[in-house]
């Protein structure tokens, strides 16, 4: 039985494990310390490393992970990283036998103009890095609104209970601005209050699941009409074009 282990680091970072109760590959291991604290307190074998993008909160610990244990490093193909031993676009599948863990790659640009996604669909988990966040979506750093859409549009396809292994700990603050998009959204009024008792107890507000993600994401709802008057309201988008809607809500996030 497969778990997936939450490794807080930084402000707000979160790096995953999934393990066996043996082994362990990490995803996103920004900073080497607390995963090798988290190897040593559950006594894992690390086997290999998965990485979603080139930001350094995402790929900082690398080099030091290699010094504990030579391992396989998985990376997106298009993007600008060191020490990957093996680089992955769509299409692509990551197999790692110590787990027996299947993960299929999605092509995800928008934050990163090689951002990838692993999806594992046998246990229905979602690990985006900085595409997707409960209740949000990471900043337009190298790609395109269209992109970005695109991208998570795809994520949006995958099967509802699929949890999402998002980076950050950013749920509470984008859902005050999902508020602030779709006013007339209870789901995303009764997830604020559920989230907010959750960092109150300093309780991790992820995984989330997509079908959560559709009812109260508003960059999985830019199509609704509730935010497009939202924006014409504010003064930000004048037509319905729907990446421009897009744009417009991703730059407002920007300053909110």
Known sequence: MLKVLTVPAFNDNYLWLIHDDTHAAVVDPGDAAPILDALRAHNLSLVAILLTHHHNDHVGGVPALLQHAKVPVYAPRNDRISNVTTSLSEGDNVHISELD????????????????????????????????????????????????????????????????????????????????????????????????????????????????????????????????????????????DTVAVFGALREWKNSF
Not at 101 to 111: A, E, I, Q, R, Y
Not at 196 to 210: G, H, W, Y
Request: glycine content about 10%; overall charge neutral; aromatic content about 6%.
């Open 101 to 240: 863990l299947t993960l299929s790659v999605l092509d995800v640009p928008g934050h990163t103009r090689g951002h990838i996604a692993y999806v594992a669909k046998e246990q229905g988990w979602l690990f985006c890095g900085d595409t997707l966040f409960a209740g949000g979506c990471g900043r337009l750093f190298e790609g395109t609104p269209e992109q970005m859409l695109h991208s998570l549009d795809k994520l949006a396809a995958l099967p509802d209970d699929t949890k999402v292994y998002c980076a950050h700990e950013y749920t509470v603050s984008n859902l005050r601005f999902a508020q602030a998009a779709e006013p007339g959204n209870q789901a995303v009024s009764q997830r604020l209050e559920a989230e907010q008792a959750k960092r109150a107890r300093n309780e991790p507000t992820v995984p989330s699941n997509i079908a959560l993600e559709k009812a109260t994401n508003p960059f999985l709802r830019a199509r609704e009409p509730a935010i497009l008057k939202t924006l014409q309201g504010e003064g930000r988008v004048k037509g319905g």
